[in-house]
């Protein structure tokens, strides 16, 4: 069975970084993992993702800001996020799709919260 623990969230002042890191277990499967969020009132909407070659993809409002990164050894992908904003708050989730079959898996979510 697969699971993924999240880590990393935090309260953060303006301008500050955070890493979030996503570790998968119970899959040895090749796979693509998002980064979603989620703020108070909103749709949960994607943020970055990154394919099992390594290749990323951003939304446009974290685009030079936020990095996507996966070590492969460890099943564990991580979220650079620099520069944040007050509009960054959001839960953030993982999610782990497996290449060859189309399933997909959730995080538990971690609280991310700009505020001075």
């Known amino acids: 069975q697969v699971q993924l623990v999240e880590s990393g969230g935090g309260l953060v002042q303006p301008g500050g970084s955070l890493r979030l890191s996503c570790a998968a277990s119970g899959t040895a499967s090749i796979f693509t993992m998002g980064w979603y969020r989620q703020a108070p009132g909103r749709q949960r909407e994607l943020v970055a993702r990154?394919?099992?070659?390594?290749?990323?993809n951003y939304a446009d409002p974290v685009k030079g800001r936020f990095t996507a990164s996966r070590d492969n050894g460890k099943n564990t992908v991580y979220l650079q996020m620099n520069s944040l904003k007050p509009e960054d708050t959001a839960v953030y989730y993982c999610?782990?799709?497996?290449?060859?079959?189309?399933?997909?898996?959730w995080g538990q979510g971690t609280q991310v919260t700009v505020s001075s």
């Open positions: 999610n782990l799709v497996v290449s060859v079959s189309g399933y997909d898996y």
């Open positions: 990154i394919s099992g070659g390594g290749l990323t």
